[in-house]
């Protein structure tokens, strides 16, 4: 089979496809899975790099966790046959790849609703943006939320999310059609965040008295601004940071505001569970669909890793082995 390995760590050029031998029959409690997308999420760029360090992937090693395809076949135990469509959250082999090995509790029903492409776009956008709204900042209905980077596949994902537990939702984004995708996807309101001035319209909107959650995809630039933009008892989630910032605590203690960081690998069992429960609920019902913004062929992951670091995101990107 064809799979993208990573042998030493590095940029985006490491990403080489190779054939390599299929992977072993699964064992009990274990599903092999027919690859027909890969989700590309940032996370997938840090463990490529080296950033997480060494000893979270051994090298050689095969990126990526979310997937969507079909099921090759199965261990003992299993209540899956061969030609289930499913999708991943997590793979034991990688995810950048023609088959990948996964355990059970990695493997989900995809919706009929969804494509296979939009099957990869749902793990980690999804279950990050769940978690981050409603497992620690505790979102209400009613309340008011800024996504930062709404046009992202994460950002996206909290618009879809928030718009249905009837929040009031401000999207950022830095392109006319990004803004354009933020507000088709469920935003009230749409913001440039190139705009000098930005962080006024956002106050404006809410009358001068803030918002009451913010979702944070780049804190090393925006963190000390999102503090002053907060309503009292305000909460920022922290999702994404490629560096430190400097912050004013007079700013969370003044409006006695918390700030969360999410770290979707070390979610509790439980949680995780009533996560996937969420996520089939709104998938199955349409109410969440994963945005794709390309789909690129397996040996383009280079491109793929170049491009899911850039702004002006219009959702996922995905590649197809």
């Known amino acids: 089979m064809k799979a993208i390995r990573v042998r030493e760590f590095g940029g985006p050029e490491v990403l080489k496809v190779e054939d390599v031998p299929d992977h072993r029959p699964p064992q009990s409690g274990e599903v092999l899975i027919r690859v027909k997308a890969a989700g590309v999420n940032p996370y997938d760029t840090y ?27 199965v261990g003992a135990d299993i209540d899956l046959a061969p030609g289930h469509r499913v999708y991943t959250t997590g793979t034991i082999t990688g995810a950048y790849a023609e088959l990948a090995l996964c355990k059970r509790s990695q493997v989900h029903p995809l919706p009929a609703c969804l494509n296979y492409a939009q099957g990869a776009g749902v793990y980690v956008p999804y279950a990050t943006a769940y978690r981050a709204l409603f497992q620690l900042a505790r979102a209400r209905p009613g309340e008011t939320l800024l996504v930062h ?38 935003a009230q309101q749409a913001v440039n965040h190139t705009s000098p001035d930005y962080q006024k319209q956002i106050l404006d909107i809410t009358n001068g008295t803030g918002v009451d959650v913010i979702l944070e995809m780049l804190a090393n630039m925006n963190l000390a601004h999102d503090l002053r933009m907060l309503a009292h008892r305000g909460r920022v989630v922290v999702v994404g940071s490629r560096g430190n910032v400097e912050i004013n605590p007079r700013d969370i ?36 669909r ?32």
């Open 47 to 73: 463990m490529r790099s080296g950033a997480y360090g060494s000893g979270n992937s051994a090298l050689p090693f095969t990126p990526g966790s979310d997937a969507a395809g079909v099921v090759e076949s």
């Open 149 to 186: 980077g709404a046009s992202g596949g994460v950002g996206l994902a909290v618009v879809q999310l928030a718009g249905a537990a009837g929040m009031k939702v401000i999207g950022t984004a830095g392109s006319e059609e990004g803004l354009q995708l933020v507000k088709k996807e469920g």
């Open 253 to 288: 203690m003044t409006r006695e505001a918390a700030v969360f960081g999410v770290f979707l690998w070390k979610v509790p069992e439980a949680e995780a569970s009533e996560t996937h429960a969420a996520l089939q609920a709104g998938l199955g019902s349409g109410t969440l």
């Open 290 to 321: 994963p945005v794709i913004a390309a789909e690129l062929h397996l040996a383009s992951a280079p491109d793929a890793h170049r491009r899911v670091m850039e702004a002006g995101a219009r959702g996922k990107i995905v590649l197809i082995p």
